[in-house]
């Protein structure tokens, strides 16, 4: 039997591969001065029952989940920083949805969570606020979705 410490970060780099070549889901980043933040958004039915019951989400056709990750840049590379991530989803009707994001700590990676309820083929614009805790500089991203029927 494997443990995995990390079933979030696993399925995140495996999931988010496989679904962003079937259109299903998309993981960017934008870089900032010291900082990079990676977003990526899906479906929480693509989340396994028991990576969903240990980060406690929903699994449903008419949900996401947006999975925000701040790193610093440091002599050797990146590492994941704690923050603090607000912001909201509008759709192409202006019909607002604020994110209400929680900040989950997993062994050296800090992951900011928030569901999002979704239709199908409904496009939703987002607009976060991000910044590190260590740094009150807000980063602004910006990014759309589509999402589909599965």
Known sequence: M???RNPLMILSGVLLAVLSC???AHASEVEFDRYVVHYSVVNTTFLSPEVARAY????????ALV?????KRNGEGF???PGRVSGKAINLNRQVRNLHFREVRDGDAYYHLAEVPVRPGEVLDFELRVSAVDDDKVMPVNFRRS???H
Do not use: K
């Open 2 to 4: 494997i443990t995995i």
């Open 22 to 24: 079937m259109g299903f």
């Open 56 to 63: 406690q989400l929903r699994r449903s056709s008419s949900r």
């Open 67 to 71: 999975n925000i990750v701040i790193t």
């Open 79 to 81: 590492e994941s920083v």
């Open 147 to 149: 999402f589909y029927r």
